[in-house]
T-cell receptor, first 115, second 116 residues
């Protein structure tokens, strides 16, 4: 049962262009969403997050948009750089055993930014 | 200076063996986690632990047990290893503030476990 879905396993973008990574979720109880970036042989690193009470959060080249009615969020990277090439995981804050804070991850989208 | 570290980075072992993976965080965080990334690349929570309680994902077999000798460490013990346990295991930590766990989690580099 995938509560967080990243339907595109990979994305290829030219340097300088916009990268748009998409994520869908099924659980309307999720109240916080995060994007993590992962390089090979390393652990995921936090990139940007958004609360469910907002529809946009921006941090430098990275912007996350949340459409609650569609249960959809997206990560925009502008302009894309070769160093952005990595796997991007969408995550939502879920609940296990009545305790908050546990993250539910999507499968990831591998972004390749070509020079 | 590594924030969350795990050892070993690679672990190859035979079915039926018992093994441990160590995790240490030097961030002063209250809560630590173990995740499993399987062959389908899903990152799934296995445990979360702070000094008050251990939350277990009910899908995790009881052959897996976390042990916390102190606040900075959460080690993962696995008994009677099975082929399906082969995966990458990530440790993570986060800070609880005002009774609420912060959303950002810091991950270790992962331990690739291969069971033969």
């Amino acid at each position: 049962d995938q509560q967080v879905k990243q339907n595109s396993p990979s994305l290829s973008v030219q340097e300088g262009r916009i990268s748009i990574l998409n994520c869908d979720y099924t659980n309307s109880m999720f109240d916080y969403f995060l994007w993590y970036k992962k390089y090979p042989a390393e652990g995921p690193t936090f990139l940007i997050s958004i609360s469910s009470i907002k529809d946009k959060n921006e941090d430098g080249r990275f912007t996350v948009f949340l459409n609650k009615s569609a249960k959809h969020l997206s990560l925009h990277i502008v302009p894309s750089q070769p160093g952005d090439s990595a796997v991007y995981f969408c995550a939502a804050r879920g609940y296990y055993g009545g305790s908050q804070g546990n993250l539910i991850f999507g499968k990831g989208t591998k972004l390749s930014v070509k020079p | 200076d590594t924030a969350v570290s795990q050892t070993p980075k690679y672990l190859v072992t035979q079915m039926g063996n018992d093994k441990s993976i160590k995790c240490e965080q030097n961030l002063g965080h209250d809560t630590m986690y173990w995740y499993k990334q399987d062959s389908k690349k899903f990152l799934k929570i296995m445990f979360s632990y702070n000094n008050k309680e251990l939350i277990i994902n009910e899908t995790v077999p009881n052959r897996f047990s976390p042990k916390s000798p102190d606040k900075a460490h959460l080690n993962l013990h696995i008994n009677s290893l099975e082929l399906g346990d082969s995966a990458v295991y990530f440790c993570a930590s986060s800070q609880e503030e005002a009774g609420e766990i912060k959303n950002e989690q810091f991950f270790g580099p992962g331990t690739r476990l291969t069971v033969l």
